[in-house]
């Protein structure tokens, strides 16, 4: 059983930053597939950010050119760095690597 924490999520204004970790309990550098989802109250869960298994990386529209996807492989973890974040951006954002999920971490932004 693999596990995946998320951690980094908490409580920001409008236009400020926040950087979300996603800590694997195996090793990385072999994943085809690292993502990014998240889960707003009342809607479906929607990939926000995932590097795949062509080796590129894929956005949503909602979040080019203000979030950033990356990894370490040596740290088993990758990462989703959101700048200018609106309230829209709020929910819970889970990790996910093809099989496991991670258990989430609330991102609430205020206006």
């Known amino acids: 059983q693999v596990q995946l924490v998320e951690s980094g999520g908490g409580l920001v204004q409008a236009g400020g930053s926040l950087r979300l970790s996603c800590a694997a309990s195996?090793?990385?550098?072999?994943?085809?597939?690292m993502g990014w989802y998240r889960q707003a109250p009342g809607n479906q869960r929607e990939l926000v950010a995932a590097f795949t298994v062509s080796g590129t990386t894929n956005y949503a529209d909602s979040v080019k050119g203000r979030f950033t996807i990356s990894r370490d492989n040596a740290k088993t973890t990758w990462y989703l760095q959101m700048n200018s974040l609106k309230p829209e951006d709020t929910a819970v954002y889970y990790c996910h690597d093809g099989v496991y999920w991670g258990q989430g971490t609330q991102v609430t932004v205020s206006s």
């Open positions: 195996r090793a990385i550098a072999s994943i085809n597939f």
